[in-house]
């Protein structure tokens, strides 16, 4: 309803705009109960590169508190006639390098690809991380040709909406003062979560960090996008001393996760809660006294009482009596006195220098052991039972028992517990310390997840500043994938709110940690914060200048920060400073970088009027590339070549039809193609092809005319 309110400011006549006003409030107040938020005017976006021609719709980027719309009467040499839109016929004569083309969403905008930088350290057939400079919403809608349901693990950390100015709406920084800012940020959200969807896999995960001023908002719209999702909410301390806005110190944010499909957080050697530092390892031994459950008494289980003979001097298990079940059995105690009964009563004929250990409670009276007799002998046999002498004074005995759980029996077999050896020849096995392995809490508390700590000082030790506004810590991030990535090496993780790139540092991180080969894409634009923007300004530079550009965040902080990360040097071309913690990465130092590959992009916008067919398959070339999962380098076409496969990638593309039959024998010959695109206007003739090829290949249609293959931002993503 803000959409209509917006149009009602046009209506000229006073009388029918106080009307129409007030027939919108009627329709306001009956709202149905719910998360129910206004429906803006579509988003915007500026789009500097296309050319300023009649008819284009554009706004004067050298006045950028300005949002007025012009239509474009006529271009004469470096001048444009310009008229506001919807309001008369009154022209105004400005110069076409102060002008922008703007596009609402819903009209057709053509993307492509360009390759501003890489940084390759890994080998070619790794799949490189994507860092792609663009307005998310069309590089998501991008993205949906190319990784529909191919997607992991989305990880967002959206502008938390704070009214600081934090983020933009329609080009133009949202503030406390709008009365709108929650709907906008909402319905920015939404359009965006739509397509996140599409791109996850059926057992994808989503997570959402936000703090306080949208997380119940942001909570119920999940509910009811994600009906079919399992929900939770994670606490993180990131500030452990504290922000006070008016009220209590704040010292939290929140993720939110929400798992699709048969996906579910695995467990790790860390709960995020248990006091850090003093969390020990599970114990390997148990003990062998059954203390609590039904099977605990003598009645109930009279198999599983026994006495164990220990040897006095070498602490050597030797045998074991008869059961109580056995003494009954034999008339020699009464079905009646079972829970009763002691066994000073009967000469259970103990061997010479060993004492009978019984399962007694610390009270003293009688309870079970966990295992038969004949499961115990042959238990001790392969070392996993251990008799330990007590203390004096002891009212249990004199020694006691504790033995290896199934479980544990089978990570020793495995590897996963160290064995030592044994305490003697027939003794019991000597173990090394079991990872402790559990599923993280919902309240998480570390040191290394301080984002005024660790995200600024990250931050500063790879770029030598910290020209970006609270910068997470990566190891918040590791911390929050490692439970839903740690047992898919593979895994595509997706940010499209990349900010900093910590989510691909953390990444990388984590690959490091485990041998991994998950791979990272990013999405960020190039904008400036408020204040920044206001200093470049004042400079006489706007959006669309090449100092403007430089300022941004993809040129200032993602990118510089990715490749010092990789590399291990600093944009000044010093070492990074600093090592990873211990605890995540062993004797690593940051100027150690990472064996990885990482292509940095631009999304252009095209104009499909001036734009020659050549350089439209160099546009999305990168698109093929990455819809091939990002391995080795991409290729534009050579000539007239009839296909193209590059040699270090995966992909082939071709051309001409007429040339299948050779075609298919070359892909038949070769074992690193997986991806292939078959461009033809007749799905007919895609068919007949797709059925000549192997069964194993994925196979795509592409149309001749390129472009229209990655035609965006169309009305019915909308719908």
Known sequence: MAKIDDLLD???????????????????????????????????????????????????????????????IEVDGDE??????????????????????????????????????????????????????????????????????????????????????????????????????????????????????????PDGVLIVTIDEHEVHHLGVMLEQMFPEARRQMVTIVINAAGVQQGGFYRVEEHALFCFFGGSFPRPGPDDYLADEGKAKPPPIWRPLNRYSGTNVSAEKRPGLVYPVFVDSASSQIVGTGPTLAELRDGGEVAIAALNDWRPSDHDLHVPDSAVAVWPFKGDGSMATWELSPESLMALVEEGFVRARRRGAGNSQGEFSLSYVKAGNRKKVASGQIETIGRES??????????????????????????????????????LGSTQFDFPKSPYAVLDTLAPVLRDNADAVVLDFFAGSGTTLHATLMLNASDGGRRQCILITNNDLSDSDAMAVHQAGKYKGDAEYEAAGIFQSVTRPRVEAAVTGRRPDGALAQGKYDTGYLDSRSHSDGFEENVVFLLLDYLDPDVVSVGRQYAAIAPLLWLAAGSVGRWADRDGDKPWSAPESSNYTVLFDEDRFGEFKLMVEGSDRISHVWLVTNSSQGFAEMRAQLPERLEVQMLYRDYLSNFRVNTAETFS
Do not use: C
């Open 10 to 72: 046009d209506v000229p006549d006073p009388k029918l705009r106080s009307e129409l006003r007030n027939a919108v409030n009627e329709m306001r107040a009956a709202r149905t109960f719910g998360l129910v938020f206004e429906d803006h005017i579509p988003e915007e976006v500026a789009l500097p590169g296309l050319p300023v021609r009649k008819g284009s719709i554009v706004q004067n980027r050298t006045r950028p508190d300005d949002t007025t719309k012009y239509e474009v």
């Open 80 to 201: 444009a006639q310009i008229r506001p839109v919807g309001n008369g016929e009154e022209t105004t004569t400005v110069p076409v390098h102060d002008l922008m083309v703007v596009r609402r969403f819903g009209e057709p905008i053509y993307p492509g690809l360009t390759q501003v930088s890489e940084v390759r350290r890994g080998p070619d057939d790794k799949p490189a991380h994507a860092v792609i400079n663009a307005e998310n919403f069309h590089a998501l809608q991008m993205l949906t040709y190319t990784h529909a349901g191919k997607v992991d693990v989305i990880y967002i950390d959206p502008p938390y909406n704070t009214g600081d100015k934090s983020w933009k709406y329609n080009n133009r920084f949202v503030d406390a003062n709008d009365q709108w800012r929650h709907s906008k940020w909402l319905s920015m959200m939404e359009k965006r979560l739509r397509l996140a969807r599409i791109l996850l896999k």
């Open 425 to 462: 020849d027939e003794g019991p096995l000597i173990l090394g310390e079991a990872q402790r392995h559990v599923v993280p809490k919902t309240v998480w508390k570390r040191t290394k997840h301080d984002a005024g700590k660790w995200g600024k000082r990250i931050l500063r030790e790879f």
